[in-house]
């Protein structure tokens, strides 16, 4: 299917889904959703520019190295199946707590955001760092904020792809 040029808005049914990348960093096949999306925002970070001076301080030459895209998702409560995924936990049974080892992860995860308006953009990256870290405010009780940079899987694989609901 060719793609379609679009002005339909990706506002609707939005799912943010993570799932553990394939062989040589390739896209996962399974993805499970991270729950109830409060906010979750995109960010763009430049590359690191390098300037080629001469003796007289005359900028010759200039490279600016590819930026990263970083996506930011703030989700609902503090749940077992999401700080097993980005910190190292331990479930004490007898007394029904959550023992927290430690609050980071060296594993990289496959993202997927989805959504249901028809001709919208969805969003993939088959190899993300992450990183996790708790939140209170008296309005909204606790949340998960979660920060995925999207990094090169390497073996000249694409680091994301743009496609469209059916």
Same mark, same amino acid.
């Given at each position: 299917?060719?793609?379609?040029?679009?002005?339909?808005?990706?506002?609707n049914?939005?799912?943010?889904?993570?799932?553990?990348?394939?062989?040589?960093?390739?896209m996962?096949?399974?993805?499970?959703?991270?729950?109830?999306?409060?906010?979750?925002?995109?960010?763009?970070?430049? @590359?690191?520019?390098?300037?080629?001076?001469?003796?007289?301080g005359?900028v010759?030459?200039?490279?600016?190295?590819? @930026?990263?895209?970083?996506?930011?998702?703030?989700?609902?409560?503090?749940?077992?199946?999401?700080?097993?995924?980005?910190?190292?936990?331990?479930?004490? @049974?007898?007394?029904?707590?959550?023992?927290?080892?430690?609050?980071?992860?060296?594993?990289?995860?496959?993202?997927?955001?989805?959504?249901?308006?028809q001709?919208?953009?969805?969003?993939?990256?088959?190899?993300?760092?992450?990183?996790?870290?708790?939140?209170?405010?008296?309005?909204?009780?606790?949340?998960?904020?979660?920060?995925?940079?999207?990094?090169?899987? @390497?073996?000249?694989?694409?680091?994301?792809?743009?496609?469209?609901?059916?």
């Amino acid at each position: 299917m060719a793609w379609k040029e679009t002005t339909a808005t990706a506002w609707n049914g939005i799912e943010f889904q993570v799932g553990t990348p394939g062989a040589n960093n390739a896209m996962a096949t399974s993805f499970a959703s991270i729950g109830r999306i409060k906010e979750m925002s995109l960010e763009t970070e430049e @590359g690191d520019k390098k300037e080629w001076k001469d003796i007289n301080g005359d900028v010759v030459d200039e490279l600016t190295q590819e @930026g990263k895209l970083i996506w930011n998702v703030t989700v609902k409560n503090l749940n077992k199946s999401n700080l097993e995924k980005f910190w190292d936990i331990e479930e004490d @049974g007898p007394t029904s707590t959550l023992k927290i080892k430690k609050m980071s992860t060296s594993k990289k995860y496959s993202v997927k955001i989805i959504n249901t308006v028809q001709n919208a953009e969805v969003f993939s990256a088959a190899y993300c760092s992450v990183t996790a870290k708790p939140t209170f405010g008296q309005d909204d009780g606790y949340l998960l904020e979660i920060k995925f940079t999207v990094l090169d899987p @390497g073996n000249g694989k694409e680091k994301a792809v743009i496609g469209q609901t059916a």
